[in-house]
T-cell receptor, first 113, second 113 residues
């Protein structure tokens, strides 16, 4: 089954404790991205990747890192999480960035206390 | 995003009536116009998209119309049903980047029984 898989689905952590949210897709998509979704603010892009070893900042990259060592995986790293990073996070992939459907993961609800 | 305006932000319609949501974009070169649906607690999913070489596309009760001159595209849902209750997002390409979409702020559609 074609899908985008994120883990974990829910996470509560403390300020400053490094964490990684994993994202994997099995559709051989070139383009992957991370979004955060906050009430009233819609979807805001954090980072995106056009292909292996090619990443770039989205609209709200501060406090986040990503890597794309393999085509299927695109982890999101929070080196030192802060309470303002409490949010719902979505990973998405698409065959190409333009003119193609974006497939979203199930979402990760992160709470930083 | 600043180059995308989505209206209305909330729409309440009686079950069985029609609903229309409008998305205005800024880049005249855009050629792909998708609409996503996000049900409560779930991930966004593509429901319909249109390319710039056509003016309208239908899929059962859902249609999208494109007005390139006025730079807007609209989502039309006819004979609304309770399962149409969700948040709907438009996501045209970012005119300032070849690698990003711009997400509208979302429209919360409420179907009244």
């Amino acid at each position: 089954e074609a899908q985008v898989t994120q883990n974990p689905r829910y996470l509560i952590t403390v300020t400053g404790k490094k964490l990684t949210v994993t994202c994997s897709q099995n559709m051989n998509h070139e383009y992957m991205s991370w979004y955060r979704q906050d009430p009233g603010l819609g979807l805001r892009q954090i980072y995106y990747s056009m292909n292996v070893e090619v990443t770039d900042k989205g609209d709200v990259p501060e406090g986040y890192k990503v890597s794309r060592k393999e085509k299927r995986n695109f982890p999101l790293i929070l080196e030192s999480p802060s309470p303002n990073q409490t949010s719902l996070y979505f990973c998405a992939s698409s065959l190409r960035v333009m003119n193609t459907e974006a497939f979203f993961g199930q979402g990760t609800r992160l709470t930083v206390v | 995003g600043e180059n995308v305006e989505q209206h209305p932000s909330t729409l309440s319609v009686q079950e069985g009536d029609s609903a229309v949501i409008k998305c205005t974009y800024s880049d005249s070169a855009s050629n792909y116009f998708p609409w996503y649906k996000q049900e409560l607690g779930k991930r966004p999913q593509l429901i319909i998209d249109i390319r710039s070489n056509v003016g309208e596309k239908k899929d059962q009760r859902i249609a999208v119309t494109l007005n390139k001159t006025a730079k807007h595209f609209s989502l039309h849902i006819t004979e609304t049903q309770p399962e149409d209750s969700a948040v709907y997002f438009c996501a045209p390409p970012n005119p300032d980047s070849n690698y990003q979409l711009i997400w509208g702020a979302g429209t919360k559609l409420i179907i009244k029984p």
